[in-house]
């Protein structure tokens, strides 16, 4: 058992860049949880993952990881901890076996049986340079690595995109079995939200550097929703209940932030459920409120 | 045990869940004390939240449906099924009631009602 709560705490962080500022964001991914970290690409997502990591320096704010400061413990807590770029880290003329060798001198928890047990899942050549492996193959590559030397914490930053359907799916899996005891966590940065809208147990929407939102995937879904009226109805809806509203010629779509509520209220108005990409639309919209 | 999830039917995925296991428990095919799947097992198998499981099994544990014991497991709990056909009875009454008002606003007779409901049994 580890005798923390959240596999990841952040706290009022703020990154200052050249017209970029990561703004006192906050969010925790409490232990056994995935967390889908979602946003447009430039909303912050790497920034946040390279302030964790501790790759790049915050001007403010406190981070923690497996309950560790992240600064003062980074050396313990890098032990402990996986992490998936979306581009490979290693240099093209090794091949699987070499890495091996790499990783067993980097981790102490290294696992040679459960890395070529992976190997052997994912089909992979041992000995063939990594610089001619395919897109998939690299990425399943960094996936064994990283699951192979008993990590708590996996943070993957955009590890799923630019995969086929097919081996998105398989790598899902994986993580789903890699986190069958309850005692791993996982943060997962994507802009493909199908992935998340599955397996994800808990969502944070970042936005300009800001967080719209954060909490139980399956909650935040149930409380948004889509009405659809028309333009005159669209007078008798009162703002709060709006988080924006897209118009065009012949209706308009509402996202509204009480589903419940809103379906007695506008009983007259249909109102379709909410995906978590309608919901980052909308959102990312909120401040002109009516879009098209 | 099968489960089917079917992500366009606007039914939250938790409550499908918790509804198929009901109906398996009330027609026997899950017996009393009966172990489900762990809630981590069946988010696996399903690529679904674990947190969905858990709502699903939180609802079903509720409802009086199943039992869980911390670091043991789920289990299908005793039915009292004399208690369950009683309400199932009302809530047919309760139906019939709503189709013979209906049907006396239209000017349907009971005999007609009667030959309805034969119909829709799909018997003579």
Known sequence: ??????AIEINGVTKKYDGFTLDNISFDVPKGCIMGFIGQNGAGKTTTIRSL??????????????????IKDETAIKKRIAVVFDELPFHDVFNAKDMAKIFEGMYPEWDNAAYMQYIERFQLPLKKKIGQFSKGMKMKLQIACALSHNAELLVMDEATTGLDPVVRDEILHIFMEYL???????????HITSDLEKIADMVTFIDKGKILLTGYKDEIIEQHGILKCDQEKLQDIDSEDIVSIRTNNFGAEVMVNDHENASYKY???????????????YYVHRDTKEWS | MNINISNSSGEPIYLQIANQIKTMILEGKLKEGEALPSMRILATELRISFMTTKRAY??????????SYTGKGSFVKAQNLELYREEQIKRIEALLMEASDTAQKAGVTMEELHELLDLVNGGE
């Open chain 1, 53 to 70: 990591l501790h790759i790049t320096d915050i001007n403010s704010g406190e981070i923690r990881l497996l309950g560790l400061d992240h």
């Open chain 1, 267 to 281: 009983s007259d108005c249909v109102i379709d459920p909410a995906s978590l990409d309608d919901i980052m639309l």
């Open chain 1, 1 to 6: 058992m580890n005798d923390y709560e959240n």
């Open chain 1, 180 to 190: 069958q005891n309850g005692e791993r966590s996982i943060l997962m940065s994507s």
């Open chain 2, 58 to 67: 939180e609802e079903l544990e509720r409802d009086g449906f199943i039992e």
